[in-house]
């Protein structure tokens, strides 16, 4: 804000001051290690009746809830419970668009369970839940966090760009028309239908490794992954591409010649041209601007 933006209008020839300018950092911890960050997905008849769900952990290993068949309960207070152990103990577990699809029975649940607590963070123009911090009963925390915060696309397309791994397009089953059970799905179709969800998994956690490398190359090793991309970015900026001193007599900390030269290679756009109309100036004529 400027100290004149309520009163006069500007002056080119008053110096422009804020009252708290911002500053560049010297380091911005990331949000996560990767060696603490769980990878998920949720399969669902009808959208909101969870029939699968993966948890993929940094060594490898897989954890499957499944519901096997119409006898049995819905796995994800079994998911939660896994989410609960011990050994996951500021643990940040991760799903792309998680806010607005996976994390909903999640929470949903959680908020009723007696033995944790319960912190949202909401997007203010869509409602879903992004971020959610839950105290486990030994007071140690978990987050849930939808990485379509810090990587806004889709996840087939991050993939292709960013993974190994790519997801995987469905052949034997329609996403849209899942059965109420993975018994009610024959057993190609079943195979198939796990090997897709662990596609979601792997390729998700394989874009976030690769965010990280190239977060902390630009950085120089002193930035990570922030809660959201434009947190991230900002951090970037007041890390790795700020001056260390404010100009005279401003105040104000400028990008360096390496952080301009940075950001005007990643400007993309179509038609750049400045016109300057001018027609004649006479007594008689008159000219109209449609």
């Keep these: 804000m400027t100290e004149n933006m309520n009163n006069n209008p500007r002056d080119e020839d008053v110096p422009y001051t804020t009252e708290r300018p911002l500053m560049p950092k010297q380091e911005a911890r990331t949000n996560w290690d990767m060696d603490r960050v769980v990878t998920m997905d949720m399969e669902a008849h009808d959208w909101d009746t969870p029939i699968a769900w993966e948890l993929l952990y940094p060594d ?4 499957r809830f499944l519901r096997r068949d119409r006898d049995s309960n819905d796995p994800t207070e079994k998911v939660i419970d896994e989410m609960l152990r011990r050994k996951n103990r500021n643990t940040t577990f991760v799903a792309h668009n998680g806010g607005g699809y996976d994390f909903i029975p999640l929470v949903h649940r959680l908020i009723r369970r007696d033995d944790v607590v319960v912190k949202t963070m909401l997007d203010d123009a869509t409602g879903d839940i992004w971020y959610v911090k839950f105290t486990g009963p030994e007071g140690k925390p978990r987050r849930l966090q939808d990485s379509m915060k810090i990587m806004p696309r889709g996840l087939a397309n991050l993939s292709a760009d960013m993974a190994e791994h790519s997801k995987l397009e469905p052949e034997l089953f329609n996403v849209e028309d899942l059965p109420p059970t993975v018994a009610d799905m024959d057993a190609d179709a079943r195979d198939e239908r796990l090997t897709y969800l662990h596609y979601d998994c792997l390729s998700l956690r394989e874009c976030l490794e690769t965010f990280t490398d190239i977060v902390t190359d630009i950085s120089g090793g002193k930035v990570g ?16 591409f700020m001056q260390d001193e404010p100009d005279a007599p401003t105040g104000i900390y400028r990008a360096s010649e390496d952080g301009e030269a940075a950001m005007r290679d990643a400007y ?3 038609r750049t ?5 001018h027609a004649p100036d006479t007594a008689d004529s008159q000219y109209y601007h449609f």
């Design 268 to 270: 993309y756009g179509g």
């Design 273 to 277: 041209e400045v016109f300057r109309h």
């Design 60 to 63: 490898g290993e897989e954890k």
């Design 225 to 240: 992954p922030q809660l959201t991309v434009g947190s991230t970015t900002m951090s970037m900026y007041q890390v790795a």
